[in-house]
C-alpha cells in the first residue's frame, strides 16, 4: 500500500513538472516559432522615438550632473584639509584637527 502511494506520488510529480515546462514550448513549436523569434518580434512592433533637441540637452545634463556627483573632493575647515569622498560641492563635512577634535569645514573641488 504504501509503495503504490509513493509510485503514484511520483508519477504526479514528474507528470506535474513535465506539463509545466513542455507546455509552453510545446505550443511555441506547434506555432511554428523559437523563443529567439518571438523576441525578435516583439523587438520589431516597438516603434522607434526619435530624440529631440530638449531631450538631447536634458540626456546631457543628466550626463554632467552625474559626472559632478563622482567627482573627488575636499573637506576644507579653518585649520586644515582633507579628503571627504566624492560628491556635490558645498555641503558640511567634518574633518580631524590637529589637536584631535572633530572640526567642522565645508566641501570643495579637488
Sequence with gaps: MKNTLKAA???????????????????????????????????????????????????????????EARRPRLCKTRDNECGYGAGPVGEQCSCWSKSGAPDLGITVRR
Excluded: C, M, N
Design 9 to 67: 506520488l511520483g508519477v504526479a510529480s514528474i507528470l506535474l513538472f513535465l506539463s509545466s515546462g513542455v507546455a509552453g514550448q510545446a505550443q511555441t513549436v506547434k506555432s511554428g516559432a523559437s523563443r529567439a523569434q518571438e523576441t525578435t518580434a516583439s523587438q520589431k512592433t516597438k516603434p522607434k522615438t526619435k530624440t529631440t533637441r530638449k531631450q538631447r540637452a536634458a540626456d546631457e545634463a543628466k550626463a554632467k550632473a552625474l559626472a
